[in-house]
C-alpha cells in the first residue's frame, strides 16, 4: 500500500495530494499536523529525517521532495499525466521545473511571512515579502502569456505540471497576491478547482482553518 504524508496548508504536500488522486492512486493518507509539530516526531522522522512533508512510503521505499514524489506516483500507476515519450516529458519537467523555482519559490517567501511568521513567534520580514512579490511580477506574466496560447502549461494535454502550477496558486488570496494583471491565469486555475481530482482534496485553500 502506498502511504502519502501531507498537510492541506502545504503547497508541496498538495503537489503529492492531488496527483495521487489525478492518476487514481490507492493510498493510506496521512496528514501530520505541523502546527502540533508532528513533522518532529521520532515516528515521522523515521520516515522523512528532513522533517518535512510531503513524503511517501511504499514498502521499502522512502521518498520525500514533492517532485520526485509525483513522479514516481504517476509512473507507478502507468499514467500519461507523466508522458513516457521523452520530448513530451522533457517540456512536463520544463514546466514542473519553472512552476516550482519561480512561482512556488517566490509564494513561499510571501506565505511564510504573510501567513505562518506570527504564528512561530517570528516577526513578518517585508523586505522578503517584496523581493517575493518582485519575482512574481516576473514569473506571472510568463504563465499568463503561456496560457494564453496553450490549453495547458505542457502543450494540449494536462499533466503533473498542471498539477504543481494549480498547487502553487493556492495560497493566493490567503497570502493578498495581485492576481488582476493575471485573468487568464485565474480563470484557468478555476477550471482547474472544479475537477474532481482537486474536490477531492479540498473546497478551496484555507478551507481547514476555517478560511
Ligand atoms: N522541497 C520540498 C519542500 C518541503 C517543505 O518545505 N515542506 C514544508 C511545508 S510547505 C515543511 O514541511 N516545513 C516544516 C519544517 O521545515 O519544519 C518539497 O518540494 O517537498
Redo the contacts with the bound molecule.
Sequence with gaps: MLEIYV?PL????LCVDFTANAVGADVERHVVN?AKGE?KTPDFLAINPL????ALRDGDLVL????TIMRYIAQREHSDLYPVDIQAQAKVDQWMNYVIHHLRGPYGYVQFNRMFARLLGEEPNEAVIQFGLHLLRQSLPVVERRLAESAFLAGDKFSLADIALTAALEPTELIQIDASPYPTVMAWREARRAEPWYQAVHTHFGAEIGQ
Design positions: 498537510n502545504s503547497t508541496p504536500a505541523l513533522h522533517g518535512k512533508v510531503p520525500s521532495e514533492s517532485v
